[in-house]
């Protein structure tokens, strides 16, 4: 190779080097980025939308944030607002409904869609202290300031900071709020009435938690409900409330009979970790813990300065005895009662919201549900909270009559219309099954065995309340299920008048008045008072028969003479079991009977009563349960009776 060549070859080869060299590049440079397809911050465009939707955390006095939601119509001015504070989270409630219109967002399962969709309000949604969004401590139903609460704040502390807050900074208000809410929003909404802000106008609680040990969600009459088991794991368990109630049976009737006793039940799964589960377990009686919390007892004492408008639900599964109560309280003090409205419907708990034409087989002719929203519920909202209110002409108590299937209006409750008096009969319970107003002859009894191995189960089963068995009543519709499917049970007893031959109305709160005794040293009572429909029902025949449940509840027998301080009851001595069952708007048509039915157990909605006394029913061993003979005296000597309001000759009859 000549030397030019070796030169040529040498700087290609060189040439080439440097290229491969420059293609490599440094060896410490840094690896080529591939752009990231997600913005920062990604901007909604939303202009289309007839709503305008904020998020925002509001400060309370001692520095928690409380995460609230607020859907304003599009070019709202001088707008009222309404809040609902609610420990089931409000992103939730909306985020299952995505649209630019407002009225789906709200959605048709919101009491308040009338109001917000075609009135114009402002709907404020909220997390309560503690979840979902909101930070801070959560504490089931957080009593007030004081001896069950040493802290500065409480929920109707954080409602008047919210409201303080909202309406300076809202501008397309008008400065008014109103709060509603159903269930525990219902007791959000009354706790608000306690020292409440000068800006709050109007309160709507429906089906209000008001006394958790009388007759709301915890107990009846001491009573445990056992199902409150699975709502605090729910609700305490988690913030978001993310962890479901595991079962290993299909039937919960197995389910609960195979734990044991509820405390059983609650350490099986876990809850003595859970705060309010060994409060309720630490306090079966009504002592101070409960006392204290009694919402009717707080409020009729310091007075109800807003208008308030009461919503109670005829067959309410959950809360059937709070907002009665607190009506009941305000009259006992001769509080002032002209801006308190009450509003009972034939309803579920909850159905205000949903269809009202029905519920379970029990029809109604017409939707009473959307009447409630429309021509109850909107007018009292404008009238209190409207700029240029328009005249309210919604009637002091505005009661549904059952059987009849017509709304009424009413001064007060209970009552008739013009021209009718109520008179407090008694309904006897009579030998070999009669039931009648005649004070029965002779001296007698009925008898039966309670066996708490075999208790008297509340529904046909299997009963399966995390979904619905085809041809059975859900958990929502349970208090008028057909009571046949226990009737032939030897351990209930069924008192029925002849068919009746005029119309008998009822109006008020019925009365249980049983004279028994058992061999036990403890019991419970269950009293049904019942319509029994003609043996056939020609538009109907499914209908035949039917014996429908108007009023029911229970009885803890060691609390007949107390309900804080509980006592035995003294083996095979009659004794007086009295207390109140939930008040009734009903008429027994013609043909129709009266039933009263009598049994010891309700399961598993109540725990089982051992039967044996022991100081804490929660903490019952299985020895404790034992079978015991109830008698049920029915002569004149000791006749068992139930007190019925009977409504007189009215104007319409």
Not at 451 to 466: C, E, F, T
Not at 517 to 538: A, M, N, Q, W
Not at 541 to 559: A, H, K
């Amino acid at each position: 190779m000549s030397k030019s060549t070796r030169w040529l070859a040498a700087a290609f080869l060189s040439a080439a080097a440097g290229s491969l060299l420059l293609r490599a590049g440094p060896a410490h440079a840094a690896p080529a980025e591939l752009a990231n397809d997600t913005p920062a911050a990604f901007v909604p465009k939303v202009e289309t939308f007839d709503y305008v939707k904020r998020e925002v955390m509001i400060p309370m006095r001692d520095g928690v944030q409380l995460k609230t939601v607020i859907l304003i119509p599009k070019g709202a001015k001088r707008a009222p607002m309404l809040l609902s504070r609610t420990p089931y989270g409000a992103t939730e409630r909306i985020s299952k409904n995505t649209s630019a219109h407002l009225s789906a967002v709200i959605g048709d399962s919101d009491v308040a869609d009338d109001a917000v969709v075609n009135g114009g309000y402002i709907r404020v949604l909220q997390d309560i202290r503690g979840k979902h969004g909101s930070e801070g401590d959560y504490v089931m139903t957080r009593p007030l300031r004081g001896p069950l609460n040493p802290t500065a704040v409480d929920h109707a502390t954080d409602t008047y900071d919210t409201i303080d807050w909202l309406v300076k900074n809202t501008p397309e208000s008008n400065g008014k709020v109103g709060i509603l809410g159903i269930s525990y929003d219902g007791f959000t909404s009354l706790m608000a009435l306690v020292h409440p802000h000068p800006a709050l106008r109007a309160a709507v609680p429906i089906n209000a938690m008001v006394d958790g040990w009388r007759g709301d969600d915890w107990f009846h009459n001491g009573a445990f409900r056992q199902d409150s088991l699975t709502y605090i794991q729910e609700q305490e368990a988690t913030r978001g409330s993310d962890i479901g109630w595991w079962t290993d049976h299909y039937d919960d009737y197995d389910t609960w009979l195979a734990a044991g006793s509820a405390g059983d039940m609650a350490r099986l799964h876990g809850l003595d970790q859970l705060g309010f589960a060994n409060k309720i377990m630490q306090h079966p009686a009504y002592d101070e813990f409960w006392q204290d919390q009694a919402l009717d007892q707080i409020l009729a004492k310091q007075g109800v300065t807003v208008p308030v408008m009461l919503v109670h639900s005829l067959w309410d599964q959950e809360d059937i005895y709070g907002n009665i109560a607190l009506y009941k309280a305000l009259q006992a003090q001769r509080a002032d009662m002209s801006q308190v409205f009450l509003v009972m419907g034939p309803w579920y708990h909850h159905q205000e919201r949903l269809d009202g034409g029905h519920v379970g087989a029990i029809e109604f002719g017409s939707d009473t549900a959307a009447y409630f929203r429309l021509h109850l519920l909107r007018p009292f909202l404008d009238h209190f909270l409207k700029d240029d209110a328009p005249p309210l002409q919604v009637a002091p108590v505005t009661a549904f009559e059952t059987g009849t299937n017509h709304w009424l209006s009413l001064p007060t409750w209970p009552a008739c219309p013009t021209g009718c008096t109520i008179e407090h009969k008694k309904l006897y319970l009579q030998p070999a099954g009669g039931l009648g107003f005649a004070t029965p002859a002779g001296s007698g009894f009925e008898s039966y065995v309670s066996d708490p191995a075999k208790p008297v189960p509340y529904l046909p089963r299997p009963i399966h309340i995390g979904g619905q068995v085809p041809g059975q009543s859900s958990w929502q519709t349970w208090l008028v299920s057909d009571q046949r499917d226990v009737a032939s049970r030897t351990d209930v007893l069924s008192f029925s008048t002849a068919p009746l031959k005029e119309p008998l109305t009822l109006s008020g709160e019925p009365i249980a008045n049983l004279i028994a005794s058992t061999t036990g040293t403890d019991g419970d009572f269950v009293v049904k008072l019942i319509d029994v429909y003609p043996d056939e029902v020609g538009r109907d025949p499914s209908m035949g028969g039917y014996q429908l449940m108007i009023s029911t509840d229970i009885l803890r027998g060691r609390y007949r003479e107390s309900f804080s301080m509980p006592k035995a009851i003294p083996a095979d001595k009659s004794q007086v079991f009295r207390f109140a069952l939930p008040t009734v708007n009903h008429v027994f048509l013609p043909g129709h009977r009266i039933m009263v039915q009598v049994q010891s157990t309700l399961f598993p909605i109540y725990d089982r009563n051992p039967q044996t006394y022991v100081e804490n029913i929660f903490f019952a061993k299985p020895g404790d349960y034992k079978k015991a003979t109830i008698k049920i005296f029915d002569g004149a000597k000791e006749a068992s009776f139930v007190e019925l309001p009977v409504a007189g000759l009215t104007a319409r009859q």
